[in-house]
């Protein structure tokens, strides 16, 4: 399995901002978030499904850092098109 495989859902999510099923590779995103939310949010629940045994505050930990950095060298989220290569 490739990281391809994992569905993404973006969906009105009441009291969460995102969302992982590791066993079906699905992760749910809110779609009321700010970009840096949506971006941490995105990574953090990536990591729950490629490492759904690590702990809650250690997925956290990793998904922040790798937004810190992201986000710090200027990558952002685009306007979404239809491209059939991804």
Known sequence: MSIKDIKLVERNLRYYWGYAYPTVRR?????????????DTLIHEILHV???TDSESKISKNAS??????WKQ???????????AT
């Open 27 to 39: 992760i749910e995103i809110s779609t009321n978030l700010t970009d840096k939310q949506y971006m």
């Open 50 to 52: 490629l490492y759904p």
């Open 74 to 84: 200027g990558f952002r989220r685009m306007e979404k098109k239809d491209d059939p």
């Open 65 to 70: 850092t790798i937004r810190y950095y992201l």
